[in-house]
C-alpha cells in the first residue's frame, strides 16, 4: 500500500493541539513558580529581632483563610507610653503557631516581649495579614496594666531631659500595715 502525501495548502503550521499544549506549560510553569516564591517567601527571614509592649488585642480572622493576628502597644522608657497625651506606637504582628497563638490569646492586656522575623514579599494574606511573623513569646508581668518592679498607682520617674517634680510635692505613700491584732491570754 502507498501512502500519498497531500501538501498543506492553508498555510496552517502544526495541529490544533499544540497550542493547548503551549498553555498548559505556560501553566505549568507558573504555578510552579509562585509555589517557589511562596516557599521562599514564607522559609527564608530577611530580618528578625524582639519587641515589647502591651498586647493590646489577638483574634483568628478571615473569610477563607482564617489567620491569627496581633496588636501591641510600644512603651518607651520605664512606662507604658511616652507620657500624657500622646498616642502609643501600634505594631501589627501575625502568628502562624498554634502554641504561640494559644500563650499570645491568654496574655492579652499583659505587658510581653515578642520574638518576630521578617517575611516580605508573602504572595497572599492566607498565610499572614503582616510581613512579622511571631515565634516566641515572654510574659513580662503577673498582672494586667502593672509595670514590674514598680508599685501600682505610683508614678513613674521623669524621663531624661524633663523636669523633676518641685520638692513640695510628695511622693505617693503606700497605706500602712495594719497592726497585729493581740488576743488576750487568760492566766
Given at each position: 500500500m502507498t501512502r500519498i502525501?497531500?501538501?498543506n495548502s492553508t498555510g496552517r503550521r502544526?495541529?490544533?493541539?499544540?497550542?493547548g499544549r503551549w498553555f498548559l506549560i505556560l501553566l505549568l510553569l507558573i504555578l510552579v513558580g509562585t509555589g517557589l516564591w511562596t516557599w521562599l517567601t514564607l522559609?527564608?527571614?530577611y530580618a528578625e529581632g524582639e519587641r515589647a509592649g502591651v498586647l493590646q488585642k489577638?483574634?483568628?480572622?478571615?473569610w477563607i483563610c482564617k489567620t491569627q493576628e496581633g496588636e501591641i502597644a510600644l512603651y518607651y522608657g520605664?512606662?507604658?507610653?511616652?507620657?500624657a497625651g500622646i498616642s502609643p506606637q501600634l505594631w501589627d504582628f501575625s502568628v502562624r503557631d498554634k502554641s504561640v497563638a494559644a500563650g499570645l490569646s491568654k496574655a492579652v492586656g499583659h505587658r510581653v516581649q515578642l520574638h518576630y522575623t521578617e517575611h516580605p514579599g508573602i504572595p497572599t494574606s492566607c498565610f499572614a495579614e503582616t510581613r512579622y511573623l511571631v515565634d516566641r513569646v515572654?510574659?513580662?508581668?503577673?498582672?494586667?496594666?502593672?509595670?514590674p518592679g514598680t508599685v501600682p498607682g505610683a508614678s513613674s520617674p521623669p524621663a531624661s531631659g524633663t523636669a523633676a517634680p518641685p520638692p513640695s510635692a510628695a511622693p505617693p505613700l503606700a497605706a500602712p500595715a495594719p497592726a497585729p491584732i493581740r488576743t488576750p491570754t487568760t492566766p
Open positions: 502525501e497531500v501538501p502544526g495541529s490544533p493541539g499544540r497550542l522559609a527564608w527571614a489577638f483574634v483568628r480572622r478571615g520605664g512606662g507604658q507610653y511616652m507620657g515572654t510574659i513580662t508581668d503577673n498582672e494586667p496594666g502593672t509595670v
